[in-house]
Nanobody, 126 residues
């Protein structure tokens, strides 16, 4: 049973930075595509970023390009999301997700992913 546990969320002022972490256990983490999604109150869950197992390919939603960076450390079974220049529009619960495929296949769709974490709250004040 694969488990994903997010951490690193919190309250930050606009323009600030946070680094989210997602620790995986119980599966072949190194072979999975990993992704971050977010969900703001009253809105659907939204794709943020994805990374292939060897970090050769990354993919971002346009609204975070140039501000957010996804990375992974397969030796630590951990994926990260570095978030810079945060705005109030980035306020949401951030979720880590894992896809047992090793290639990016429909990375923006929630039903692509096999495993989900419980989420970590990110709040950006203006």
């Amino acid at each position: 049973q694969v488990q994903l546990v997010e951490s690193g969320g919190g309250l930050v002022q606009a323009g600030g930075s946070l680094r989210l972490s997602c620790a995986a256990s119980g599966g072949a983490f190194g072979a999975y595509v990993m992704a971050w999604f977010r969900q703001a109150p009253g809105k659907e869950r939204e794709f943020v970023a994805a990374i292939t197992w060897a970090s050769f390919s990354t993919y971002y939603v346009d609204s975070v390009k140039g501000r957010f960076t996804i990375s992974r450390d397969n030796a630590k079974n951990t994926v990260y999301l570095q978030m810079n220049n945060l705005t109030p529009e980035d306020t949401a619960v951030y979720y880590c997700a894992a896809d047992r495929n090793s290639r990016l296949v429909r990375p923006t769709e929630t039903n692509t992913y096999d495993y989900w974490g419980q989420g970590t709250q990110v709040t950006v004040s203006s």
